[in-house]
Structure formats: C-alpha cells, structure tokens
C-alpha cells in the first residue's frame, strides 16, 4: 500500500466541494503586533484602517485543543482537509486577489472550498497536492479571493542539496532579512501554529532533518511583499501569486527582491546565496 494509504482507500474526488465557515474580528492589537514582528511602525494601525494585503493570515487561526495535536506540533490528519498520512506538509503556493480593503476592527468571515485534489510523482516519491479556495468578506462584502495550495510528500533524503533556483538578479529592490529564531516564533505564535520545526531546533534539525529552523512560507511570502510596498509605497496591489521553490532556514539570512516588469506588474524573489527559494508576480495600480 503507497504512502497516501488513507486518502487513497476514501475516493479523493469525495473531499471536492467540502466547506468550512469561519468568523474572526481584524483586531488591532495582533495587527500591531504582526507589524511589530515584521520591524514595522504599528502605529498608522487604528481602527477603520486598511489591513496591509496578507495579513488577513494571522486571523482565522486553527484551535484545536491540545489533545489533538501530533507529535509534529500541527493538529491531527482529518476534518476539513483529507487524512493525508505523507509526513511533510507544506504550503506550496498561491494566488490571491484583493478585491476591496479589509480595516482594523470590522468583523469578518471566511467561507474555504476545497477545489482539487491531486496525486502525482516527484523526485522523492509521492506527492499529493490539494488546492483550498478562501473568500473573505468584511462588513461592505468580499474582500480577498485566494487559492491555497498544500502539498503534502516524503521528507527529502538526509545530505540532499537545497531545493531552489540559481539567481544572479540583483533587482530594482533589495532588502536583506535576518531570520533569527525569535522572528519565526513571533510569526509562528501569531499565526498559532504550533508546528516544531519553526521553533524547535532539536526537533527540526533531529526528528525531520533540517540543517535549522524552517522559515515559515506565509511569513517569506509577506516579507516579499512588504519589501514591495517600501519601495513603492503608493502602489496599490491588486493580485499576488507565490510560488515556494525550496526551504529557507535560521542559518542564513536572505534577500527578499524584486523588479518592475511591465505596467503595473513587478516579479519578486528572494535569494539566500544565490539560490531563489520563492517566486512571486504583483499586479499593482
């Protein structure tokens, strides 16, 4: 029996369509705190504010109780996504699109669709691959449309090179990042994910392998999109789409970058010693 055991003895195709309702308040004060762990100025951030775009994601947090929670730190397999029994799981991607503000202290809900759900092969084995739709609307209607796509696999072989592309860009914008642990345990504490291997060391480097802690993917993403928003600060973004291409760790810092492309587009990127480890468009007016 293949490593997908559990999702494979239930038809994938039943888990389509499933949904989940959740509610949540953009209070000011973990929004404050989210621009405090990001070295940010926290103090333009009063109620009737617009939210900075995807920071909505450290709202809407899991709560499972403590007796549910595996020996990684994330809540058991099963609920609202399949049982998948792959050990590593990651958040491999997105796109996203900001159709009106959401502003500190408005109440807000997000209805999440599962949309696909889909096995295939990779370098070290399995891979299953399933796509979440999110819709978030505040008090004036839907404000953000986002597809989320989890990947679930293998953990790669002990010794294997770094996932990730060669870059020598340099870019239009250039911002070094400095992921000590303490910046991954702020990020992990608001986002209440309790997963080891963005705090726990031993954990991470002995258990699953890791030379350190794992940078979170959400937290990258929103570093590359900050470093965006400071060399253009009156832009206003409108779409975002990321793509994670290999792991960043507390062992290195790195570059979050980017470069003007078009007419109101920009590619971004981050590199860690010449290796490009997410990739990402911004459409902007």
Request: net charge negative; glycine share 8%.
């Amino acid at each position: 029996m293949n490593a997908c055991n559990e999702a494979t003895l239930a038809d994938l195709s039943d888990w389509v369509g499933r949904e989940e309702l959740r509610s949540d308040r953009i209070d000011q004060r973990t929004a404050q705190a989210l621009a405090a762990t990001l070295d940010l100025d926290s103090d333009t951030l009063q109620e009737g504010c617009e939210l900075p775009p995807l920071w909505h994601w450290v709202y809407f947090s899991p709560n499972a109780r403590h007796s549910e929670i595996g020996v990684d730190g994330h809540p058991q397999r099963g609920g609202f996504l399949p049982p998948v029994n792959l050990p590593n799981r990651m958040w491999a991607g997105g796109r996203l699109s900001f159709e009106q503000p959401l502003r500190v202290g408005e109440a807000v809900t997000r209805v999440s669709r599962i949309l696909r759900c889909e096995r295939k092969s990779g370098r070290n084995g399995e891979l299953l691959f399933v796509t979440v739709e999110h819709k978030i609307s505040g008090e004036s209607g839907v404000c953000v449309v986002e597809e989320q796509d989890i990947v679930y696999r293998q953990p790669a072989p002990q010794g294997a090179p770094l996932a990730g592309e060669a870059t020598e860009r340099q870019g239009e914008f250039r911002r070094l990042i400095h992921p000590d642990p303490v910046l991954l345990f702020r990020y992990s504490a608001l986002t209440f994910n309790g997963h080891r291997i963005h705090y726990d060391k031993p954990y991470a480097t002995l258990e699953e392998g890791y030379p350190g802690l794992v940078v979170q993917g959400p937290l990258a993403a929103t570093l590359l999109l900050e470093g965006f928003r400071a060399a253009h600060p009156n832009k206003r973004i409108r779409r975002f789409a990321f793509r994670a291409i290999g792991p960043l760790f507390d062992t290195a810092d790195f570059a979050v970058c980017g470069q003007l492309t078009g007419l109101g587009t920009a590619d971004l990127w981050t590199d860690c010693n010449r290796r490009s480890t997410m990739k990402a468009e911004v459409t902007f007016d």
